[in-house]
């Protein structure tokens, strides 16, 4: 009976010693967090090793806490400064992730490349003042794209068609970007870069090398698109 009593008292003794431990050690922190008047920020760090040209999503990144002394100019406080953005260079797990270090998918500061949309490719056809629609056509535009075609050898006849439509314009000559108040150099302007798809580059390319293309500009909320049957000489006289 003795020996249960001495169990009974000493397994209390042994709570009531790990419940004063907790306590005291929580008064410790709470009196150090009184006594520190650091200010503390949660900056943005890669929750894993992400390599470079990355688009960084949410599960990629977390918050981390440091002293605000030490938070440097370029690291951000907002996930939204750097998910689904292009990683330009590769970053281990723990690192913070810098705003100069990422390139957003508008940004073409590291050239052409980085603003081809996924799944696309990067086609550059010849134009002039008249097929570039006086010049006026600007990156970001949209364009479809018009052709006459010469087919036949011995009766060889014009085809009037339309190639593509609502196909996005990438560069005017060397220019990425809208610039209206600077004038573009006139020998930069013969050239207009789209962005296609394979299966729209073959058609493109075969337009531009057969015949005679021009580009007719689109209005921004207009993405319709439909079908007309190739025009022709005949079709002209009947008119």
Do not use: C
């Not at 470079?52 to 440091?66: G, N």
């Not at 992730?97 to 390139?103: A, D, G, H, P, S």
């Not at 207009?192 to 075969?206: G, H, I, N, Q, Y």
Request: charged letters at 25%; aromatic letters at 6%; a neutral charge.
């Amino acid at each position: 009976m003795n020996n249960l009593r001495y169990k009974f008292v000493f397994i209390l003794a042994i709570g009531f010693g790990l419940i004063t431990a907790f306590l005291v050690l929580n008064y410790l922190q709470d009196v150090k967090e009184a006594l520190d008047d650091t200010d503390y920020v949660e900056i943005v760090v890669a929750n894993q090793d992400i390599p470079e040209k990355s688009i960084i999503t949410t599960s990629m990144v977390t918050l981390k806490k440091i002293p605000l002394q030490y938070m440097h100019p370029q690291e951000t406080t907002d996930k939204n400064d750097i998910v689904d953005k292009m990683l330009l260079v590769p970053v281990t797990a723990g690192e913070s992730i810098l705003k100069n270090q990422v390139l957003d998918k508008k940004d073409s500061k590291e050239g052409l490349a980085y603003i081809i949309p996924k799944g696309k490719r990067a086609l550059t056809v010849a134009v002039d003042e008249v097929s570039g629609v006086s010049g006026l056509i600007q990156p970001g535009d949209r364009v479809d794209v018009i052709s006459t075609v010469v087919i036949g050898e011995r009766e060889p006849k014009p085809y009037t068609l339309v190639v593509l439509q609502d196909i996005q314009v990438l560069a005017v000559g060397k220019a990425m970007d809208k610039k209206p108040e600077v004038k573009t150099n006139q020998s930069e302007t013969k050239t207009v870069t789209l962005a296609v798809t394979l299966s729209e580059a073959k058609p493109l390319m075969m337009a531009s090398q057969r015949g005679v293309i021009r580009l007719m500009l689109r209005s921004p909320i207009d993405d319709s698109k439909g079908y007309t049957p190739p025009f022709t000489m005949e079709d002209f006289l009947a008119r």
